[in-house]
């Protein structure tokens, strides 16, 4: 099925339950949420200039293939719609929200910061759509580079001038709950967002630099806990490797790598493989990434003394 390249927006598929599945040959075929208003229909028409099929489906399968549409394959700008800021209209890029990035050295200088909203929603839609473990934010005396990680790669993304660093970085910090007027010590903090149906937490971190403050935004989907071994794209020789070492009945697995490989996913489809209900199991992490029903999580704290040892 070959997805529209005129697309609705999110906010109005969602509210109307109509989804535009494919386009081909000058025709366009649409889900409708069983009980939506077929008023809408009239409106779709107009905006796509195009007849169309429609076929019916219950809630739960609408739901389903929204946030699959959306969450997958949608633009940047479509799926971010969901995280409640003042957002762009569908098919608006990057560059173009960046655009309207006031150029305020302080967040409080700014009394209209919804396209700063738009752009750091735009940014973490566009990285969960392409599948980035991680979001960079690195500014620079000749300006702000967005960089993100794919299958452990960092790739440029987005360039603007340095003047807007630090009213990004300061919405971040808000965004994150971290203390924006302090800029001399590394911050940690998390986000919570709702993408198209999935829910995601983003990990925060900033560090002092020269220019401002570098921030690394790590996107934990929270359905990867979920995952189980046989979907992790390993070898048949790897999989039956630590599929043999899981059915110990004691000993140490060491999994390795660089930032983004997949280490905590294939850990936690590990320990998922062994959440059977007969074993007591317990973890220690720095920080508990995703919550497993069955599993004791313990949660590093150097403050009080609690470390790994």
Request: charged share 25%; proline share 5%; aromatic share 4%.
């Amino acid at each position: 099925m070959s997805t529209a390249a005129k697309d609705l927006p999110y906010a109005y598929a969602r509210d109307h339950g109509l989804l535009l599945c494919a386009m081909e040959g000058g025709r366009a075929s649409l889900a409708m949420r069983a009980g939506s208003d077929p008023s809408a229909l009239l409106e779709v028409r107009r905006y796509l200039a195009l007849p169309f099929d429609v076929e019916l489906v219950d809630g739960p399968a609408f739901e389903k293939l929204l946030s699959a549409h959306y969450a997958m394959d949608g633009s940047a700008a479509a799926m971010a719609q969901n995280i409640g800021g003042d957002m762009a209209l569908a098919g608006e890029g990057l560059d173009d929200i960046a655009g309207d990035i006031p150029s305020a050295e302080d967040l409080l200088d700014s009394a209209d910061d919804a396209p700063t909203i738009r752009l750091i929603n735009g940014i973490i839609a566009e990285a969960a759509r392409q599948g980035a473990s991680d979001i960079h934010i690195e500014p620079y005396e000749t300006g702000l580079v967005v960089r993100m990680r794919v299958d452990g790669v960092l790739t440029e993304k987005l360039r603007m001038p340095p003047h807007v660093a630090g009213v990004i970085v300061n919405r971040i910090k808000v965004m994150a709950r971290l203390d924006i007027a302090e800029r001399r010590i590394p911050q940690d903090g998390r986000i919570s967002l709702t993408l198209g149906g999935k829910l995601l937490d983003v990990r925060v971190s900033t560090l002092p630099n020269r220019s401002s403050e570098r921030v690394v935004m790590r996107i934990l989907d929270k359905e990867s806990a979920g995952i189980s071994l046989d979907l992790l794209g390993m070898s048949p020789g790897t999989h039956d490797i630590l599929t043999e070492a899981l059915s110990e009945p004691n000993g140490i697995i060491l999994v390795t790598g660089p930032t983004g490989s997949g280490k905590t996913t294939s850990l936690y489809a590990g320990l998922k493989q062994l959440n059977d209900g007969s074993r007591n199991i317990l973890t220690i992490e720095d920080p508990v990434e995703y919550a497993i029903e069955g599993i004791g999580q313990t949660q590093v704290n150097a403050k009080v003394g609690l470390t790994f040892a």
